[in-house]
T-cell receptor, first 113, second 116 residues
Framework: SQKIEQNSEALNIQEGKTATLTCNYTNYSPAYLQWYRQDPGRGPVFLLLIRENEKEKRKERLKVTFDTTLKQSLFHITASQPADSATYLCALISSGSARQLTFGSGTQLTVLP | EPEVTQTPSHQVTQMGQEVILRCVPISNHLYFYWYRQILGQKVEFLVSFYNNEISEKSEIFDDQFSVERPDGSNFTLKIRSTKLEDSAMYFC??????????????FGDGTRLSIL
């Protein structure tokens, strides 16, 4: 069956360090992979999108990589700040379904001052 | 910045009653979605809607569920006869573009539905 796994449920890091979050998938052929941020009691907020034929995408302090051979995406936040504390969700869109996002369960990131 | 708005923020309903959740998507968007998130679980896709019809739906979206765009601005999710397991946060989202997978989806802050 299709599965999307995000590394640990919770990740604590020190302010200023780089946070690295992992998204692994099995039995899936995603055409796109998106990363979202979700704060408690709020809806997901889009951060970055990467296509299957792209290796890496950057936006300000954020970087995402996509390895379709390893079936893995890594999401990096450099120079992390306490305001980056949130749950980060990866979401896949398969080539056969261009509209529905299939979400992972998320990683709760806490950046300690 | 334009945003997706959802009302009410919290809805409490007796089991077996009908409930309508309302959403105002971003005005120039063409694709509309409903997702739900049961407490402590993943965000799950329910349905997508384009050009006044359902384009995709999940197994969760059974005959008890329906969606409608009654006018040019609102997008609604109706649950005909609510069950206890329908208790969840329901998110509306919208996106634009010819290739929706290539576009971000913009989410509202959800309606928390509590079934008693």
């Amino acid at each position: 069956s299709q599965k999307i796994e995000q590394n640990s449920e919770a990740l604590n890091i020190q302010e200023g360090k780089t946070a690295t979050l992992t998204c692994n998938y099995t039995n899936y052929s995603p055409a796109y992979l998106q990363w979202y941020r979700q704060d408690p009691g709020r809806g997901p907020v889009f951060l970055l999108l990467i296509r299957e034929n792209e290796k890496e995408k950057r936006k300000e302090r954020l970087k995402v990589t996509f390895d379709t051979t390893l079936k893995q995406s890594l999401f990096h936040i450099t120079a992390s700040q306490p305001a980056d504390s949130a749950t980060y969700l990866c979401a896949l869109i398969s080539s056969g379904s261009a509209r529905q996002l299939t979400f992972g369960s998320g990683t709760q990131l806490t950046v300690l001052p | 910045e334009p945003e997706v708005t959802q009302t009410p923020s919290h809805q409490v309903t007796q089991m077996g009653q009908e409930v309508i959740l309302r959403c105002v998507p971003i005005s120039n968007h063409l694709y509309f979605y409903w997702y739900r998130q049961i407490l402590g679980q993943k965000v799950e896709f329910l349905v997508s809607f384009y050009n006044n019809e359902i384009s995709e739906k999940s197994e969760i979206f059974d005959d008890q569920f329906s969606v409608e765009r009654p006018d040019g601005s609102n997008f609604t999710l109706k649950i005909r006869s609510t069950k206890l397991e329908d208790s969840a946060m329901y998110f509306c989202a919208s996106s634009d573009g010819q290739l929706p997978g290539n576009q971000p989806q913009h989410f509202g802050d959800g309606t928390r539905l509590s079934i008693l």
